[in-house]
């Protein structure tokens, strides 16, 4: 599995465990919200510092 596939995965998973939204991880993470759709929907790979900042928050709310 690649790594934009898993941070993709990732994504999904965290806001099924802790039924969120994209709106909810894009203010948290302080990306937009089309930007969380396009990572997670595999559109477009997340930079570094977006990957960073998704991991980030979600290992905050745990």
């Given at each position: 599995?690649?790594?934009?596939?898993?941070?993709?995965?990732?994504?999904?998973?965290?806001?099924?465990?802790?039924?969120?939204i994209d709106?909810?991880?894009?203010?948290?993470?302080?990306?937009?919200?089309?930007?969380?759709?396009?990572i997670?929907?595999?559109?477009?790979?997340?930079t570094?510092?977006?990957?960073?900042?998704?991991?980030?928050?979600?290992?905050?709310?745990?």
């Amino acid at each position: 599995m690649d790594e934009s596939n898993n941070l993709s995965m990732e994504i999904i998973n965290f806001e099924k465990d802790h039924d969120m939204i994209d709106n909810q991880v894009a203010f948290g993470s302080q990306i937009s919200v089309e930007r969380v759709h396009d990572i997670k929907s595999q559109a477009s790979e997340a930079t570094e510092e977006e990957a960073g900042l998704l991991r980030k928050f979600m290992a905050s709310q745990k």
